[in-house]
C-alpha cells in the first residue's frame, strides 16, 4: 500500500491502526506485545527504506523503544503527519494513539508550504522529533565538525516551522564491499540517546504543567546594553510577556508577578548574562 504500518516481527504492512493492534496485542512469542498502559512512540519513515531494505534505523528505533517497555507504531511516508490519514494510523477513536512522534523523514524544503498545514499535526497534539539520517558517510559525520549533512536545510530549518524538535542525526552511510554501494546504517549511540528523549517527552507529557520547569532562551547577538533584546526588529520582551502570560493561563508555576516589558527589559540590563557596560 502507498501508506502503511511497519513492523520487522510481521509479515506484511498493515494498512490502519486496527489490523496493526489486532496483530500487535496478539501475544504468539514471536514480538512485543502491545500494553495500552506504557508510552506509544509513533514513527514515521520513507517508503523506500522499505524497499530497498534498507530500514536498519527503524528497526533500531523499535527494538530500542520495545526493549524498554513501549509500545511503536511506525508507518510511511513521513508526510503522514500533514495528511488527513493521520488519523487512520495514528489515532483510536478520535483520540492519539501515541504519546510522541519521531519523524526519519529527509524535511520538506521543496514543500515549505507543506509544513505550514498543521492541522492534523495539531490534531494529534503531541511533541514531534526529527531524527536525521544522513546522506553523507558515518564517518565523515564523526570527523566533522558542523554535525550537518548537505540536506540541513530541508531536515532542520524548514521542520523548525513544522513544530518539530530535537534533531539528532541517528544514522548515516556505510559503504558495502558486497554491493559496491553505501547503505543507510543506524548509529546505536545516537538511536539509544533518542529513544532517551522520547520517554522524557512522552513523561513529561503526563506531568502537570505546575510542576514542569521551563528554561526560555533569548537571543543576545552582541555584548553591550544596545543589543539586549533585539532580533530583526521583532518585539523580543512583548512576546516574553506574552508567552509568560499564555503559561500562567495554563498553570505553569511563575510566582506573584508576571513583569511588564518595561520591567523584563530592565530585569535583563541589569542581570543578564553577556551584557557589557557599554551602549
Not at 4 to 22: C, K, Q, S, V
Not at 98 to 108: A, E, N, Q, Y
Not at 139 to 160: A, D, H, L, R, S
Amino acid at each position: 500500500p502507498e501508506e502503511g504500518i511497519y513492523h520487522p516481527g510481521a509479515d506484511r504492512i498493515f494498512e490502519n491502526l486496527t489490523e496493526y493492534l489486532e496483530w500487535y496485542e496478539d501475544d504468539t512469542g514471536t514480538h512485543h506485545v502491545y500494553n495500552p498502559d506504557n508510552l506509544t512512540i509513533g514513527i514515521v519513515f520513507w517508503k523506500e527504506r522499505y524497499g530497498t531494505g534498507e530500514t536498519g534505523v527503524v528497526d533500531k528505533f523499535i527494538e530500542t523503544i520495545e526493549e524498554r517497555g513501549g509500545n511503536v507504531i511506525a508507518a510511511y511516508p513521513p508526510f503522514l503527519l500533514f495528511e488527513e490519514n493521520i488519523t487512520k494510523i495514528f489515532m483510536k477513536d478520535d483520540e492519539p494513539a501515541v504519546d510522541i512522534m519521531i519523524d526519519l523523514g529527509l524535511g520538506m524544503g521543496p514543500l515549505s508550504v507543506m509544513v505550514k498545514q498543521r492541522r492534523y499535526l495539531e490534531l494529534l497534539d503531541v511533541p514531534v522529533m526529527k531524527c536525521i539520517e544522513l546522506y553523507s558517510p558515518i564517518e565523515e559525520w564523526k570527523n566533522g565538525t558542523t554535525g550537518k549533512g548537505p540536506y540541513f536545510n530541508m531536515q532542520i530549518p524548514v521542520m523548525e516551522i513544522a513544530g518539530e524538535t530535537e534533531f539528532i542525526v541517528v544514522g548515516g552511510r556505510v559503504y558495502n564491499e558486497t554491493y559496491d554501494v553505501s547503505l543507510l546504517q543506524p548509529i546505536n549511540s545516537q538511536v539509544e540517546w533518542a529513544v532517551d528523549r522520547a520517554f522524557s517527552w512522552g513523561n513529561l507529557h503526563y506531568k502537570n504543567n505546575s510542576e514542569k520547569k521551563v528554561a526560555i532562551i533569548y537571543y543576545h547577538h552582541s555584548v553591550g546594553n544596545d543589543s539586549c533584546l533585539v532580533a530583526s526588529n521583532l518585539d523580543v520582551a512583548p512576546s516574553i510577556v506574552n508567552l509568560l502570560h499564555a503559561m500562567e493561563d495554563r498553570g505553569y508555576t511563575l510566582g506573584d508577578d508576571i513583569p511588564t516589558d518595561k520591567e523584563l527589559l530592565d530585569l535583563v540590563l541589569k542581570q543578564g548574562r553577556n551584557i557589557g557596560i557599554w551602549v
